[in-house]
C-alpha cells in the first residue's frame, strides 16, 4: 500500500488520534460485519430483527432465534488479528485519545486496549431489561445449551437480552458523551471498518471535522462520509491499520 505523502504527514504530526472502529476490524478474525457483500444482513435480511427492540420484545421466536445466535457467535472462539494489535501500540504510545468502537465482541479489550468506549455495548454480557441485572453472558448460554431456550432474568424473572444497544434503543449517555468529547478533542479522527451509516457513532466524523480535525476513512465500501473526509483508503485493514500506526508512531520509513 502506498501511503500518499500528506497522509504520512498528518500521521506523523498528530498529538492526539480518536479511531472509530466498526465491524470491518473483525473480519479478519472470522467475524463477519453486517452490510457488506457477505454480511450477516446482507446474506439474511431477516436477521436484523434481531437486533430490533420491539421486535425482540414482542415475539418469544426471535428472542429464541437470538439466543442460538449468541451461543454460536464465532466471537466465541475469534482472536484479535493485527488491526487490533496495531491499536494497542497506538494506545501505550500515549498518542491514542480514545478508542471508539461499535463492536460488541470485545476483541479490542482482548488485544489489551484499554481505553475503549464500546458505543454499542458489549456481546459477553447479558442483561435484564426489567431490573437491569446484568450477568457474564457465558453462564446464561449454558442455561441454553441446557435446554432453555428463552432464559429469564434469575432475580425478577423478566427478559433477558446481551448487553448491546439494539435498535431502537437508546445509548448509554455517558459512553456518547465520552465519544463526542473525543471527537471534539483529537487532531485527527480514523474511521476503520465501518459503514457510517449508524447514527449517532457515525456523526462523530462530523464533531471531529467540525472541531478542526482531519478525517481518515478506512474502509472497502464508499460510505456517507468520504465526501468530507481528507483521506479515503479502501485498502484491506489488516494490512494498512499497522501501517498507518506504524506511521504515526515514525517507526516506518
Excluded at 473483525?26 to 436484523?48: C, H, L, M, N, Y
Excluded at 476483541?107 to 441485572?133: D, F, K, P, W, Y
Aim: include cysteine; aromatic fraction near 4%.
Amino acid at each position: 500500500m502506498d501511503v500518499p505523502q500528506t497522509l504520512r504527514r498528518w500521521l506523523r504530526q498528530a498529538e492526539a488520534i480518536t479511531v472509530l472502529s466498526g465491524a470491518g476490524i473483525s473480519t479478519d478474525s472470522g467475524i463477519p460485519d453486517f452490510r457488506g457483500p457477505q454480511g450477516v444482513w446482507t446474506k439474511d435480511p431477516t436477521a436484523e430483527r434481531l437486533s430490533t427492540i420491539g421486535a425482540y420484545i414482542s415475539d418469544p421466536e426471535v428472542r429464541r432465534r437470538a439466543w442460538r445466535s449468541r451461543r454460536d457467535h464465532p466471537a466465541w472462539n475469534a482472536e484479535p488479528n493485527a488491526a487490533h494489535a496495531a491499536l494497542v501500540d497506538l494506545e501505550r504510545s500515549g498518542r491514542l485519545r480514545a478508542l471508539v468502537t461499535q463492536n460488541i465482541d470485545g476483541l479490542h479489550q482482548r488485544a489489551g486496549s484499554v481505553n475503549v468506549l464500546e458505543i454499542h455495548g458489549t456481546m459477553r454480557e447479558a442483561e435484564c431489561l426489567v431490573c437491569g441485572l446484568r450477568t457474564p453472558m457465558p453462564e446464561v448460554l449454558a442455561r441454553v445449551d441446557a435446554g432453555e431456550e428463552d432464559p429469564p432474568c434469575p432475580e425478577c424473572g423478566g427478559i433477558q437480552k446481551s448487553a448491546t444497544i439494539s435498535f431502537g434503543q437508546p445509548l448509554r449517555q455517558d459512553v456518547l458523551d465520552a465519544a463526542v468529547d473525543a471527537a471534539r478533542s483529537c487532531d485527527l479522527f480514523l474511521a476503520v471498518g465501518t459503514s457510517l451509516t449508524v447514527q449517532p457513532a457515525a456523526g462523530l466524523c462530523l464533531e471531529a471535522v467540525e472541531h478542526g480535525a482531519r478525517l481518515v476513512i478506512v474502509n472497502a465500501q464508499p460510505t456517507p462520509y468520504d465526501a468530507v473526509a481528507d483521506a479515503v483508503l479502501r485498502e484491506p485493514i489488516g494490512v494498512t491499520l499497522p501501517r498507518l500506526v506504524a506511521l504515526s508512531l515514525k517507526t516506518e520509513p
